[in-house]
């Protein structure tokens, strides 16, 4: 009979229902711990014996090995908190959290965090969480301490300022334009051989006949000679007439003389009566004409135009060369001006608003040329800017350079004059149509208080100019005085939509002076001014931004630049993103909380403070973020709990005793039969 095996069969037995009761006991004890994972005794037998002879049915059991302890990663009770800096993992994934001193680092899931005075966040434990910074919006790829300062300011330089609204299309242009202004002449008529020379008519009802007119360039004067003579050398009779031009109603009048024997009609509606639209006369047959009878222009005629003979005309519009044709026609003087203009408006955009007259008050009997956009020479002086201190702005202009037509017209013994008028920074609401004001920020955060100015300067053309007082600059302009900073043009088509924007070369660059008792702020800050996707410059459809309707100005604006706040509080989202908002308003993402996912998480080992570190069982660290990866969810303001039972410990706890009672049971037994043994002998 074997004994002794008995006794350690029982005392192996108690030494393990021991350990199980210390497992249950450390469960119990971190029922309160956040992110605690329970762990369990899981236990196995020990070797068993044959008896002598014996075969698998013989065999006899040695007890139960040392329990091996298992820990149960599961997910524990969400907890919510309202403390703004808990975290709960749901799902999977570890804290990291790491001390410069630190080999490596340890894992957690208990994310009670808080905020050291130098702003690092800290685990409860003392170690510092780890996450990806964000810097100038790019997520960093390196683990780095999660870095919140109280003391963290945010701003950001004026780099663009988005200007939307309205232009009222009703306002009044300021200033006059440039223009060319021809020699004076009222009428002038060119007869070109098959082309307008023939007049068709007959007499007394016979067969038609065709005065032709000598080919040559005449006044209406000289032009009523010529069909006098034409008409007479046709008819094969006697008969003369009196042909007669009125420059007051540049209408011809042809009168058949009292003595004449004849009656003459016109044949106005004959394809090759080509002379009678030269002449004023509709496509219709005239009235008989007897003696002393006449027959008049039905529209008044002073000038035409040929095709391929004086059908062109060049001219240069704020220094842009452009070549028109002008549609072949009878014209009147106003007529003609209108032909002219149309066909400069259909050049391009900058023809666009170029306007031809004829006889307007103070050029009688002459054309003139007015280019689209009025202004005269003035200089942007802006001492704040050292590379660009005078910018120089030519008058506007406009020439007639040549052209077949500028001889009918006079455009070729023509003169020029200088446009004037221009926005005075010393007197800028007089000079302005419309005024805004709105801050912009220097490269230190501080703001500076600029002024918009717009200035119509033509039908479609706007300027606009930004000005700021000298006392935000650097420079010697006076505290009280303006300064032209930046400014430029805006041309909107007919129907008001943006088509062009531009800024004045050397203009544009800020460089701002300090605000009392501070720092100067970096020179040479660069601010564009984006009036919208407009049709030529942009390539847009020009209706996003500014535009130009009959309606009152209305100007809002969109600046990118963003005043100094500090640090007001912070916020973390379900994706770990620590957003940070500022005493200005802005909020901003500036870290983002990193998680470790491992192949085996059961397998961590246990340290201090509700830390864990890594093993070779547990698998290496996947390092990844919230959400990727298979990893879980972050969820503020809340802390998971330990995923203990109690009553399951308890139940636990309850059998782990009956089986260390029932197993010193077996020892005492044991032990009587041993005690008679010895007794025996």
Sequence with gaps: MGLFPGLTVGASSLENASNAIQVIGNNIANLSTPGF???????????????VGGGPGDQIGHGANIPAVQRLVTQGTVLTTGN???????GAGWFILKTPTDAGPVFTRAGNFQLDPTGVLLHGSGKRAQGFAITNGQLDTVLSDVVVSATTTFFRPSSLVTIKGNLNADAPTLGTAGSFTSAAKKDEFLVASGVNDQLVFDLNGGAPLTATIAAGTYTGA???????????AANGTPDIYQVSYDQATDKFAIRSDTANAGTIIFHHDDAASTASSLLGFFAARSAAIGPAG???????????????????????????????????GNYTGDGLAFAIETALQSVSSLTRGARVTYGESGSADRFKLNGPRTGGAYTIDQPSNAANPSIAVPATQAFVTGGTLAATTSFNAGTAADGTGNFNPSDPFTTSSHNTSFD??????????????????GDTIWEWHVALPGEELVGPTPATSFEVVASGLLRFTPDGKLDSESTVAGTGVFNFDAKTGGAVPPAGQAITFDFGTSITTDGGAGDDGIAMFSSPFVIPFLNDGVVEGTVRDIKINPTGLIVASFTNGHALAISQIALALFPADDELTSLSGNLFGETSESGTAVVTLPGIDGAGRLIPEALEESNVEVGEQFVELIFQQQIFQANARVITTADEILQTLVNLT
């Design 84 to 90: 703004p800096l808990d975290l709960a993992v749901e």
């Design 37 to 51: 994972k329970r762990s369990r005794a899981v236990g196995s037998e020990a070797f068993a014996s044959f008896l």
């Design 222 to 232: 000289a032009l009523a000679s010529a069909v006098k003579a034409a008409l007479e």
């Design 294 to 328: 006449e027959e008049k222009s039905d529209v008044g005629v002073a000038f035409n135009v040929v095709a391929g003979l004086n059908d062109s005309l060049s001219v240069t519009i704020e220094g842009v060369p452009a070549t028109v044709t002008v549609a072949a």
């Design 440 to 457: 912009l920020i220097d490269g230190l955060g501080q703001s500076h208080r600029m002024h918009l100015f717009f200035r119509r300067v």
